[in-house]
């Protein structure tokens, strides 16, 4: 069906494309609303064709209430001596994300409740947000917090709140052979941070790239990009009626790009998805995983709580929490890499590929079993010598021909292809050209290539 290997060619290419998308976007002071996630919303879909959409502000979202947009131009923080000690024109991590605008002069004691640094990575600026309690403030290094003196200090932040914004997300599809669909989606609301922030969108923008020149879809395939949290919200208080109905599974796209050899997968709540099912299986050894857990994560939270309880996972590689640059400034494109994003798409379209075969298949020659030699699918000549290789080459062994007997056997619509390989003992990669062949003879259908 399909090769997920490409050519150098077309892997330069996309090297050049994410490397060139990445240093356009990480300059860009996003938030969960205003010009900057608007704008990056914009840029994608320069690149994909998404439909962008916006929840106003003040809308009740569940339990939720959508903010007011952050209108945001730039904060500025001077020391006594006149000298320029954070500047969101050097690094938009300097401002408390949401801050409230201030335009005055304020003594240290008062001004030090609204400095923030990471004590123990002295160099590093913390990223801190305040999206649902009106304050103000200012990171910065805390070798620099700590060299600064007593006096007056001059505070500057240029922003304003505008209850005429709203909540924006952007999706689109590539549409298959069924309605049953996969959802790729990531979060687009950090400032200047790689791997937590643009690793997701980038990784998302690359799969979109490689599953639209696949030459067959049984899956619909949809991409959405959103704020974190209260974004993924939004999309579901407009589609998760639609989702409970036409969603096979999903997968949250957030921190794949740093060093580490192998992806992890958070599974679903449900443990039971077909990508469930596929990385945690006895033959995988491409992936680690763990069980859902609401304690820690990203917008899998959302998509699997108790009222939706959908079948979304989540795929990153070094995680949130696990390295150092965390929400600060240490996470850099130097630590992230361009190379390590286009490692995590081979691997999640890999898994894609695979999902596209594991999923449930009916028999469509189900009375009695299916002549197979006037298909060139059994030996012309039945011998014990030649059901152990075919002399006019239609079998590799008796072991794809067993292979063959039990998928037919197997197939009754509601078991999935990934348990019959499981039964086979053969891993699911293995029997595709097996698949691909009953399927071109029409004798097998996945449920999901039926129209709904």
């Known amino acids: 069906m399909h090769e997920y290997q490409i050519e150098k060619a077309e892997k330069d290419a996309e090297y050049k494309l994410l490397n060139r998308a990445f240093d356009d976007l990480f300059p860009i002071c996003r938030s969960i609303t205003g010009l900057g996630i608007e704008s990056s919303l914009n840029y994608f879909k320069n690149l994909m064709p998404l439909t962008i959409e916006q929840v106003k502000s003040g809308t009740t979202v569940f339990d939720w209430v959508t903010p007011a947009s952050w209108l945001f131009k730039r904060a500025r923080l001077w020391g006594p001596n006149g000298n320029l000690i954070c500047d969101t024109e050097v690094n938009n991590l300097h401002v408390i994300n949401y801050s409230e605008p201030v335009d005055r002069e304020i003594d240290f004691a008062d001004l030090r409740p609204h400095l923030y640094s990471i004590p123990h990575l002295p160099d590093a600026i913390p990223y801190v947000t305040s999206y649902y309690k009106r304050t103000w403030g200012f990171c910065l290094a805390h070798n620099i917090l700590k060299s600064l003196p007593q006096g007056k200090y001059k505070v500057r932040i240029e922003s304003s709140f505008d209850d005429e914004g709203g909540v924006p997300f952007g999706q689109c599809s590539l549409a298959g052979q069924s309605k049953k669909e996969i959802l790729l989606t990531s979060y687009l609301c950090h400032p200047s941070m790689a791997n937590n922030e643009l690793s997701g969108p980038l990784v ?6 490689r599953i639209k020149h696949w030459p067959k879809r049984r899956f619909t395939y949809r991409f959405l990009l959103n704020p974190e949290t209260i974004g993924s919200l939004c999309y579901l208080y407009k589609y998760g009626d639609a989702l409970k109905e036409n969603l096979e599974a999903g997968l949250i796209l957030t921190c794949l790009g740093g060093p580490k050899s192998k992806l992890r997968y958070k599974k679903s709540k449900r443990n039971d998805s077909l990508f469930d099912k596929l990385v945690s299986g006895a033959s995988n050894e ?67 590929v695979k999902a596209e075969y594991g999923t449930k298949v009916i028999n469509l020659c189900p009375y009695g079993e299916p002549q197979l030699g006037k298909r060139g699918l059994y030996p012309t000549m039945n011998s014990y010598q030649h059901t152990q290789g075919s002399s006019d080459n239609a079998l590799d062994s008796r072991q794809e021909l067993n292979s063959i007997l039990t998928i037919l056997s197997e197939a009754t619509g509601d078991v999935d292809m990934l348990d019959i390989a499981e039964k086979i003992g053969i891993d699911l990669v293995h029997l595709m050209p097996i698949i691909d062949k009953l399927e071109g003879h029409q004798l097998i259908q996945f449920n999901s290539s039926r129209v709904l």
């Open 286 to 352: 491409e992936w680690d995983f763990i069980d859902f857990t609401p304690l820690s994560g990203s917008d899998e939270r959302q998509f699997c709580a108790p009222g939706f309880n959908l079948p979304m996972g989540q795929a990153s590689r070094n995680s949130y929490g696990e390295y150092e640059g965390y929400h600060n400034s240490l996470d850099t494109k130097e630590y992230m890499s361009i190379d390590s994003l286009i490692r995590s798409i081979d691997e999640i379209e890999k898994l894609l």
């Open 204 to 209: 998302l923008l690359g799969l979109y790239n």
